[in-house]
């Protein structure tokens, strides 16, 4: 081929391509299937032809909205949450409603009720005076794993309302471990658990309250050591057994070698508690049990004020609660006296949603377990926690994951349509693409696989949860006060 001729195809390869870069939709154009894109021409020249405008001034735009850092819109968002309780009254409720119609941190409310959560909070207000315990269960996937988030809320709820211990926690340590719980345990107890990429599913539905449990056979022992920075040590322990054998025993072996023995005579095909009160605090107990028999779970705490649940399924979607036995796990709640149930669910479905068609799916199997966690536990006040940004690959640069922001907007329309409440974690990041400034951090809020929150930011997003939440709790008190008057 001659020269001229290969420079001509050359160039009308380029011409086409070019032609097709202007021309291609940016939005890529979708089937049920896939989104086919192609690179945007005005991306690499600065040039937008829709309009014949110049893009340069909404790059600079654009980039003006990100000189903000993650770590100075926390900032930001922290002092706006600040709401002076000393101003009078209606400078008070001008704030509150300002922070409850327009910051990202705000929970959003069913039909806006401002009384949504009046029992939860009158009861946690009366716990330490009528020595009673309240349980919060953080139900969620990998992001809460190791106590992330759970724990930050723990500690505030527990600084104001009393309590302490780490609360109800698998006999098995869950992969990742807790850096607020050391385990140690024999290897006799075979481990199930419903879901996730760790499941291991059992031949019947008796997971109970921690969608996990163990079985073992002839004896079997574990040591739970409390490694909390504050509010550390507990003074009552309760084991939740089932299916156990005749004359089964579990003996708890405190600090000072002290043994306390319980038994359960009967072979019992059911559900019980054994319920231990040392005379004095722990940090650390050993269990012994001698029979057979189903274990779903202890409970480390304290007799009155508030005990957190960290309950991690790791690469779940959220969506096995109606796979469980219902009276189990509604018997387990209101043994611990679950007043309030966290979801963070969500996330795992992103890799699967690939159409708005995904995403309505999805919505119907969420919808499914509102509904069945709100009749298991009808005394409990529930709130779901979208997942955050998750940022992936596309056209060669990382964004946030395609149609999340419909899916979280569809999972929040779910959660209130069901009368539950809702809080947007990814709002509270900074909506699209916020993972990469979260990731850019140092020291870094999110880890370098664009999903998941370091110790570090989980704290941070943590904090904001338990600020947003005890405005509404300043808000409740004002407004109590305003009606004495």
């Not at 043994?259 to 004095?280: F, K, L, R």
């Not at 029979?291 to 779940?316: C, F, H, K, Q």
Request: one cysteine or more; charged letters at 20%.
């Amino acid at each position: 081929m001659r020269i001229w001729k290969m420079i001509t195809f050359y160039v009308g390869v380029v011409l086409c391509l070019g032609l097709l870069s202007f021309t291609w939709p940016s939005e890529g154009i979708k089937t049920d299937l896939h989104t086919f894109r192609f690179p945007q021409a005005s991306k690499y020249i600065g040039l937008s032809f829709i309009g014949g405008q110049d893009s340069s001034a909404a790059q600079s735009e654009k980039k003006e909205e990100k000189e903000q850092t993650p770590v100075e819109r926390i900032k930001d968002l922290s002092i706006a949450m600040q709401l002076k309780s000393e101003y009078p009254e209606n400078e008070y409720n001008a704030q509150f409603i300002t922070f409850a119609e327009t910051s990202p941190a705000r929970i959003y409310l069913p039909h806006n009720d401002i009384h949504y959560f009046d029992r939860l909070f009158a009861n946690m207000d009366s716990c330490l005076k009528r020595g009673e315990l309240i349980h919060i269960a953080h139900y969620g996937d990998s992001q809460i794993e190791g106590d992330r988030i759970t724990s930050y809320i723990r500690k505030s709820l527990q600084d104001h309302f009393g309590g302490s211990g780490p609360g109800l926690l698998p006999i098995v340590k869950n992969d990742g471990g807790s850096y607020s719980v050391r385990w140690k345990t024999t290897p006799n107890f075979e481990k199930f658990i419903i879901d996730g990429t760790l499941q291991k599913e059992a031949m019947h539905k008796r997971y109970g309250a921690l969608a996990q449990y163990v079985k073992f056979e002839g004896n079997a022992q574990f040591t739970l050591t409390s490694k909390m920075e504050s509010h550390p040590s507990f003074n009552r322990i309760r084991l939740f057994v089932g299916k156990t054998s005749k004359d089964f025993q579990a003996t708890l072996v405190g600090e000072n070698g002290k043994a306390y023995i319980q038994t359960i005579p009967d072979a019992n095909e059911g559900a019980s508690v054994i319920t231990w009160t040392p005379m004095s605090d722990l940090k650390r107990c050993t269990v012994k049990l001698k029979g057979t028999g189903e274990v779903y779970g202890v409970s480390l705490e304290n007799g009155s004020g508030i005990s957190a649940d960290n309950i991690p399924m790791r690469g779940s979607r959220g969506t096995f609660f109606t796979r469980m036995d219902a009276s189990l796990f509604t018997y387990m709640h209101d043994q611990l006296n679950t007043q309030l149930i966290l979801l963070e669910f969500g996330g795992n479905a992103m890799p699967l949603i690939k159409s708005q068609k995904d995403i309505d799916c999805y919505r119907q199997l969420f919808d499914l377990q509102l509904k069945w966690i709100k009749k298991a536990c009808p005394n409990s006040t529930l709130i779901v926690m979208g997942p955050s940004d998750m940022g992936i690959k596309v056209d060669g640069e990382i964004q946030s994951r395609p149609f999340l922001a419909e899916h979280i907007a569809s999972m929040k329309a779910c959660a209130l349509a069901n009368d539950v409440a809702f809080w947007d974690m990814y709002d509270v990041m900074g909506g699209h693409n916020s993972m990469i400034d979260w990731v850019n951090q140092h020291p870094q809020l999110a880890a370098s696989d664009y999903t998941h929150l370091t110790r570090t930011g989980a704290t941070e997003m943590a904090k904001m949860f338990s600020n947003s939440l005890f405005n509404y709790y300043e808000f409740y008190h004002k407004h109590k006060e305003s009606e004495k008057k």
